[in-house]
């Protein structure tokens, strides 16, 4: 209901300046009176003919929300004898959303006449109705299906409107031109105030106190006799960045119809398909062009434009950015900067690197149907369609038949590797954003949706059972989307990636920006040629533990854990070694002398034992023993919490010999591989220090290998030592820990785990309600929790930096490529993040944003 | 072999400065000549008749045993012509050991002929003898064997040994009485530098470079025809600290024998079983009571003195502190203070708190015989003898019986807390010193040893085989030692407690000096009375996880656990909520107004679930469920780390009936037991915090309760809300989170955990070889780790102040009774320390002397 002005006392009077003509001159800013008013006056000084408009500031809107009178008489003043308005809402930034423009504000019963005899009765007719109706139904809130404007507007049409709005609102349509456009400001202004409103622009970032200008415009009918209409043009396809001409024109139409009609409207240029703008009004079609140019040009930035034309004359009403894709924001950038016209830092800038995963994989059409299957957490971006696989030997003979397939298991363990590389997808009924799939899948680029509660995989009759009720069986076709979080039934279109020249440049300048260093995650010959790929500048941490999962590897463990002494063990071990030499040269060779840091064995190893009764028999009989002692073996080396258990340096301490022999792969492959071309300088890594004396330990023994493999080969080799500091107290002894170390590498998943008290793998049955109810601002194993876990890098930094000045520090947990952990980085001093090869692009622009915004906020701290 | 002296020219001389004559004035100190040197010039002051005797220092020594020469004619020339002497160690504490007196150096050829003539043939040939078989096996390090003295010695006798001496060494016995003594001096000088004599003594606490001094003495000869002989004599048991004349003495003998002798040696006081020195030689033994006096009033200490009679004459060779159990040690401490010999504060300083859990349990009598079936970790303190129960079931019904049981598990759970209560002691497979059964039965007072992984549990014949093979059944008799960490075979002879009125005294001076609370860590009644019992202040952490686990709960938590919606799970724990109201009023009653502080709902929910088939078939049943729907559940439910899954505040939040309950359930027994007498303000405490709206979410719904309990009664109460800090982001944020928590009490258990990222549970497989490695100094689960946990605490204070400066700080944690933690947290500005009810004795000694100790380096301080 429209709400009648009372109790005037408490009324103040919105005066002069609350409003402000749009001229070139104006003092119009984006923070008083929103990004359109901003716009127009932009347009403006283009000399672009833009019909008469006035801006309302925040402050102004605000106040007429809360009640305030609004002064129209003095807003129509400008606007002639009877004048004929509309509405746009002009918020700070367009994404904020706002209520909906209205058009034709003036149209009265006089005004009717008068146009009836100037353009005819049915355009007439046509500017009443569409002015009643939205009035209706945005001002007075009436119900939307009675004032359907019919198809066919016939004599009567008008005169039953206005009987309806009268009938439902007690009261005659009103024809005072100044009351209505009162009612439509305080109506746009209240809608903003609104709860939904106000939840949906925050959720997009918006500040809770964040103010709606509106903007008032002498409309340009496009309804007329002579050639009358409007449509949009813009210069680029949003989707893809390319240069093309698109939108849509409509004769007698306003606004943005021209992009609804079902039909009618004409193409803008020549079409075999259809009549066009370019033929149909040469002229207008060649000055929209040069407002496009001027528009690319001087306002940096390719817009659509919004026009009309009254009576064969050109209007613009509005211009907006163009709507892009990610993979579009990055060739306009690019484009834009190789015309000269705006800089290779602001090309960079302009792509938010969160944006970039869109760019690296498959992605879902999003033109295509959907067949939901299951919801759960997009855990690695992508999309990809295969046969489910229920374990990883299927999924390896699918691979052997080239078939692809998509690996569908309870969660995933360190054994599933071999299956999740034959595997083009992952999806699993368990497990978070940083569960054992989700971190694995993400390194090796897959598509990968985690913790699908609703589904329930059938192992005797190997199927799977959604959530609605639908059992696939393994072989059927599904397809997943990584990005949203979906797995959809058979097969649905998707998009190539876009790893073009465009995107090539862009990270290149990124780089040339950018003052920390960005290595990738890689622990098997395919993720490292990866890494190379995006341009890594080295591998910030190769996990060696894979290495043993490989079926012949896998025994040659079995057997060290069940012998019992140090030499037997030794002896045992002595066998992987050419396997893990052969790796490393592997690694070393592909990498052509960037910098390898390879962390040590870190799992526990009861990973290594089978756990069912199946599996034991079967060791049992491998290894010639008792199933008891196999089971004993395997029970005495199970743990409450394998995540706070003997595995790490711990094992490096009273296990040695896996050290000893991995130091020594890693030297004699350094030999080998320094032998045919550079020199490698190996970094070697300690994972899960807590206590300086296990650096002590371990660097006694790493040295002396160093030492006999020098003396065996005659070669004199470099190698790197450090720690990987993931638990607490490693961050807080960090000054002592330094003085062994040659570098420190914060392992940000551990660390938050351990500073949380949070098992990642466990974490995922409740984050979702945490994060929902802001009891964590983010899950943390996503996003680096700043105040706490980043309080410990800063404290391990600082106090690894005092104990050894030269000490390289880096992080290499997941948070190595997320955004904002990285510019935390940077700025606490880091030399280098590592992340998964598929993450270096977004690390590489994160690392350049963060240093141009520093560099800016600096050079703005000295303007000061 | 002796070695000879070559090479003068690298050998210095040592001279006069070395060596000091022990006079009332002369120059000597404990840090320069040892102990037993110091002790002999204090007897010496007294007026004792103490032989003359010299001091070496520890630089002369040290430049013996590095080879120099020894003036030894120098040393010799204060002790006569024909000088007869001892040498004995002197290192700077008692307790690090040293190499064996040798005496009647000295004795040659000559000398036994002048001996012949004035004492007689047989008394001659003793001494000599004696002093050829020490030289002959200490100095010149031949068999043993071969210099027995015989039972019955003969003409030949000497002249046998002299020959042997002279076969084995290729050289005649020395004869001159310098050259004997060089060579004594060196051996004992060298036996002091020996790998094995520095490991023992470092393993009692002596710094690498302790030193020995040495002391000569002139020979008191013990063995003559005019009454001659050698005793020791003490006036306190040191098993009791009662006072007791005790001691032997032996006619004819040197140096400690009378000790040793199988018969012969008389009483000291009359004696209803044989003669004795007071009837025998009563004015030497008048003498030898006044002596005691002296020094026991003037050396403010019970010693045990050792002397000799040589012809009638009376000497006193050497004096030592009287060697005591804990519990002598607290009653001859309070004697001589409340004899106004010593101050109370220096009584209190005197017994060592680690020493008190002796006196709270009952002890394996030291005198008895051990028959060990198995050593693990001494987890909980005490001895105790009772039947083999392999299941809290056998062990609750051997209770019923009133026989007295152990209970042997691998490890225990939650599920097993009323089987321990049953139980005498508890011995299991697996753990470490925090594994549940250590806590637990520390809490519990019982004795337990953990870790025993010798030990083999045979379920199907209900038998236990133990490392040797030995196969006990249940119901079999066993005796644990939980101080020793041994399980022995049948029973074994106990000593009782010694709570007596020696120790309350001493406890009441430890109250008048501290300035830390002291309060229990109480779950039950039973331990709430123990709490008040040891006078602790007040309860700290009171766990009500135990109470969900009795058998008429744990089925109504199970059907919570099944509810799917909130309702229902408020219905469910409707009916938990009489009981665990009950619970609090008990305790409430028992603690009179002492404050209680309640640990909301903590543990993971799985542990309420059954794991076996057996156990999920039968709950099915008793919730009328499919199988299948149970052990998906329990599936569900399953964590991998469950230290870090869904429990503490978590659950809280996710789950929030549970604190509901619980906290109705406080408030109503707050009202009922208020009504009743004193006012209570209960504590309640959210665990598992890492992040500030964690608190403010509870917070809201505990006042929420509290308001409407306030409502329903109409009796308006107090209660404090407070937070435990167990996670290292809890510690880093406790600057917000305490503006919502009234106090912070730091779990130091889950603290220690996480911030080494180290499973209590898990680390009992490596910490041993950890600590013996020197990779940690200490268990940090049983000591608390100042560097790493300590700055978490440190840190987590000061922003707790920072944050709100009337914040109660305090630590529960098992630390909370480790002197060393207490000292620490006293240090930190804790208001107060909680801990298991047998270890606040030891809490409260070891908060005094932190405090004791402060206030004397604080004086020191000043006094520079």
Redesign the interface.
Known sequence: MVQEQTGAAVQKHIGIADFTEITPTAPIAVGLHGGRAKCLQRLIRLDLPVPRTVALSFPAVRRIAAGETVDVDAILAGFGAMPLVSVRPSSQDPDWGGPGAILNIGMTDARHAELSATLGRAAADLLYLKFIQAYAVHVARLDPEMFDIPAEVVETTLHDMLFAYEEETDEPFPQDPARQLAEVLRSMARAWEGTSARLLRQAKGAPADAGLGLVVQAMALGIGPVESGSGVIQFVDGATGRPQITGRYLSQSQGRDALTADAGALFLTRDPRGQSLEEHCPDCFAELLRYGALCRERLREEMQIEFALEAGRLSVLDAVRVGRTARGEVRISVALAEDGIISHEEAVLRVPPRALPELLHHQVDPRGHRDVLARGIGASPGAATGRIALSSRTAQQMKSREEPCILVRRETKPEDIRGMHASVGVLTERGGMSSHAAVIARGLGLPCVVGV?SMKINRRDRSVTFGDGRVFFEGDVVTLDGTAGQAMAGEVALLAPALDDAFQTLLDWADDARDIGVRANADTPEEAQMARRFAAEGIGLCRTEHMFFAESRLIVMREMIFADRAEDRAAVLERLLPMQRADFEELFEIMQGHPVCIRLFDPPLHEFLPTGREGIRELADALDLPVSTVSRRVE?LS????????RGV?LG??VPEIYDMQARAIFEATVAVSRRGDAVVPEVMIP?V??K??VE?VKARVDAVAAAVRAETGVDFDYRLGVMV????AS??AGEIAQHAAFLSFGTN?LT???????R???G??MG??VS????PEDPFHRL?I???G??LKIGAERGRAGRPDVTLSVCGEHGGDPDSIAFCRNAGFDYVSCSPFRVPVARLAAAHAAIDARRAALAEQAI
């Open positions: 509660s005495a743990e409450f919490n394998p995540m706070l258990g003997m711990r301490i009273t899960l807590s206590a004396r296990e330990l993931e638990t607490p107290r807080l002894r551990d785990q351990m500073t949380y008290g949070l098992s793998d466990d974490a049955r409740f309600s945490y109810q802001g009891v964590f929790d105040d706490g876990v309080e410990l």
